[in-house]
C-alpha cells in the first residue's frame, strides 16, 4: 500500500494512503461502524470479516453506540491490536447536524486511542459510503476534527487516512492543503 502524500505536523505523521484498511499493522484501525456495532457493508463488514467472530462478541457488549461517538475493541485476527469502532451520521441533505456528528466521531477516535496511550491510528473515510455523506464535505471535516483532536490530545505520532479510491485520496489531499499540511 504506498503512500500517496504525507505531512508532518508537531509530532505527527499524516499520511494519505489508498487500499485496505484490514491490513494495516498500526495500534488501531477506525471501523466506519453502526450504531449496532455487529457489522454490515463496506469497511464495517470487512473488518468483522477479517477479524473473526470475537470481535463480535466484544461488540455485542456494548449494547451499540450512538451516532458521533465510538468505542474501542481488541483487534482479535487484524494486524491492527484494536478496532476503534466509530459511528458517523447517515446524510440527510445537511440540515440534521451532520458535519458535527461526523467530527464528533473522528474527535472521540482521537481521544480513546490517547487514553489507552496509542501511538498509531488509521481511519476510513467515515460515512461516504452507504451513509451517503458526500466525500467532498466529509473529508475537510475529518481532517480538520483529527488536527484539533491532536492538539488536544497529542499522544499520537502517525495518523493515516485508509482511502478506499483514489477520488477519495484526491479530496484528502485537497483537505490537506486546506487545513495547512501542504
Known sequence: MATRHSARRKDA???IVVGDITRLALDAIV???NATLRGGGGVDGAIHR???PGLLTECRAFGGCETGDAKMTLGYGLPARHVIHAVGPVWRGGGADEDALLSACYRRAIVLAAEHGLKSIAFPAI???IYGFPA???APLAVGAVLEALDAHG???HVVFCCFSEGSAAHHHDAFRHHGLL
Open 13 to 15: 505523521q499524516l499520511d
Open 31 to 33: 471501523n466506519a461502524a
Open 50 to 52: 477479517a477479524a473473526g
Open 127 to 129: 460515512s461516504t459510503g
Open 136 to 138: 467532498a464535505r466529509a
Open 155 to 157: 499522544s499520537l505520532s
